[in-house]
Nanobody
């Protein structure tokens, strides 16, 4: 079992920044991928970014366009999502996800085995 705890969400004005954190605990493996997804009311859960533990390879959703950066601290088993130039359309619950399986893709929700509870991000105009 793997437990994921997100933090760092909140209310920010358009153009501002937030940094989300996701701490993993439990039975984690050297090879794993941790990702961020988001879900706005009435919409499907959307891929934001992911990072692979073994080589720090990163993946980003098409809409990110350089505004968000995913990173990790291996010593703390924590992944971060730095979000800059936030827009009202970035408002959503942001979820952290984890998988230790080898997948063809890490951009789909079905690729992940464990999920955090989510943290709300609200961007005001």
């Amino acid at each position: 079992q793997v437990q994921l705890v997100e933090s760092g969400g909140g209310l920010v004005q358009a153009g501002g920044s937030l940094r989300l954190s996701c701490a993993a605990s439990g039975r984690t493996f050297f090879y794993h991928v941790m990702g961020w997804f988001r879900q706005a009311p009435g919409k499907e859960r959307e891929f934001v970014a992911a990072i692979r533990r073994s080589d720090d390879r990163t993946y980003y959703g098409d809409f990110v366009m350089g505004r968000f950066t995913i990173s990790r601290d291996n010593a703390k088993n924590t992944v971060y999502l730095q979000m800059n130039s936030l827009k009202p359309e970035d408002t959503a619950v942001y979820y952290c996800a984890y998988t230790s399986a080898y997948r063809d893709s890490y951009t789909a929700t079905k690729s992940y085995d464990y999920w955090g509870q989510g943290t709300q991000v609200t961007v005001s105009s």
